[in-house]
């Protein structure tokens, strides 16, 4: 069997498709014959009476210019099992807001995220038909969102906090876990940052996220001095994060790789005697997945009094309102926490007033 030193995967036609080279320009040859081979499969008919199951991967591949062949699998994944699946098979023009409105009813027990995601594809999917003049009138301008129910997420205590990094340290696939907890990375921009995206200055350390989900996603962080000191030695070139010859962990074992790190984690836990039983976040193993270590880094600013602004930022949110709404998963303690400072700062002003008047 021929092994080829360069791969890339491309979303054409709503399918995911790999294509090998010895070169890439060999690759990237193979990738556009794909391409203009695959435009002389579609149909000919443009306007209402496409079936939607072939307008949605042209539509998808038109006008989601910036997302990432990663986001597109899965995007294109969500829109197929929940739409596609249903009502594909219908022309554009006789599809009426009753079809829609029956995707979103049935997702009641769903949550509100994942709610959110079906009717956000729906409108893009039906707005661009409409702006195209292949439909009268959009189907989906009046639909009625089920309210679901809200993942309410947990912050790290720090027990939990100082477990996920004395385990993430043994092992250099664990390193992008430390790069979500530490630098706010979402997964797929950890496993893609390199050792030369770090540049130093005044004993300072900053991580290059080169992140494409919107307009602030690419953007500079601080990296923590011992997440510096575990990777300062790598080669420039190699991932962070990555197999044993630097290269980049393909995306089919990411998930294999998070949960190994479960259970090294529920493991060295259970071997200092801090029961994964007894924890907050850990209790619940629904609730540990590897997003929520980039929520601990959002919360963790939170505590520490950062400006929301800036948070949002450094975590690369499109808009502040997400940054506060969803990704601070403050608990009762840190209220506590809040009643005691507020009591302190009252008492200090007190204080402060009666040297002035006294």
């Known amino acids: 069997m021929t092994t080829y030193p360069y791969r890339k995967r491309k979303m054409i036609n709503g ?15 193979k990738m556009i014959e794909a391409l203009v081979e695959s435009t002389k499969d579609r149909p000919e008919v443009l306007g209402g009476d496409m079936l939607l199951k072939d307008w949605i991967p042209r539509c998808i591949e038109i006008y989601k210019v910036n997302q990432s062949d ?6 294109m994944d969500r829109v197929n099992y929940n739409i596609t699946s249903k009502i594909g098979d219908m022309k554009l023009k006789d599809i009426q807001p009753f079809h829609c409105q029956m995707i979103l009813t049935p997702l009641v027990n769903k ?17 661009h038909a409409y702006s195209n003049g292949f439909i009268a009138k959009d189907p989906t ?41 530490e630098c706010g990375c979402r997964p797929f921009e950890a496993y893609n940052c390199k ?35 575990l990777v300062a030695d790598l080669p420039k070139d190699d991932y962070i994060s990555s197999s044993k010859n630097g290269t980049n962990l393909y995306s089919s074992s990411r998930n294999t790789i998070w949960l190994h790190f479960k259970k090294d984690l529920y493991d060295y836990m ?32 939170v505590r520490k009094g950062v400006h929301p602004k800036m948070i949002s930022m450094l975590a690369g949110h499109a808009d502040v ?12 303690n840190d209220v506590y926490n809040t009643a005691v400072l507020l009591k302190k700062l009252e008492a200090e002003s007190a204080c402060a007033s009666m040297m002035q008047n006294g």
């Open 15 to 29: 399918k995911m498709r790999s294509f090998y080279g010895k070169t890439k320009k060999e690759v990237e040859r």
């Open 270 to 301: 259970d071997t200092i005697g801090m029961s994964s039983r007894n924890t907050d976040i850990i209790n619940n193993k629904d609730n540990l997945v590897s997003y929520s270590l980039r929520h601990e880094y959002i919360t963790n600013l």
């Open 321 to 332: 309102k997400i940054t506060m709404s969803i990704y601070s998963n403050l608990t009762q």
């Open 111 to 127: 949550s509100q995220r994942h709610i959110n995601e079906i009717y956000q594809a729906l409108r893009f999917i039906f707005k």
């Open 141 to 181: 301008a009046n639909l009625t969102k089920p309210i679901g129910y809200k993942h309410i997420g947990s912050a790290l205590s720090p027990a939990e906090r100082k477990a996920v990094v004395e385990v993430a340290k043994q092992k250099r696939i664990y390193y992008v876990f430390l790069l979500m907890m």
């Open 195 to 229: 050792r030369n995206d770090i540049t130093n200055k005044d004993n300072l350390h900053f991580l290059h996220i080169r992140g494409t989900k919107n307009k602030n996603a690419d953007r500079l962080v601080p990296m923590p001095d011992y997440v510096y000191d």
């Open 70 to 75: 990663i986001t597109r699998r899965k995007y």
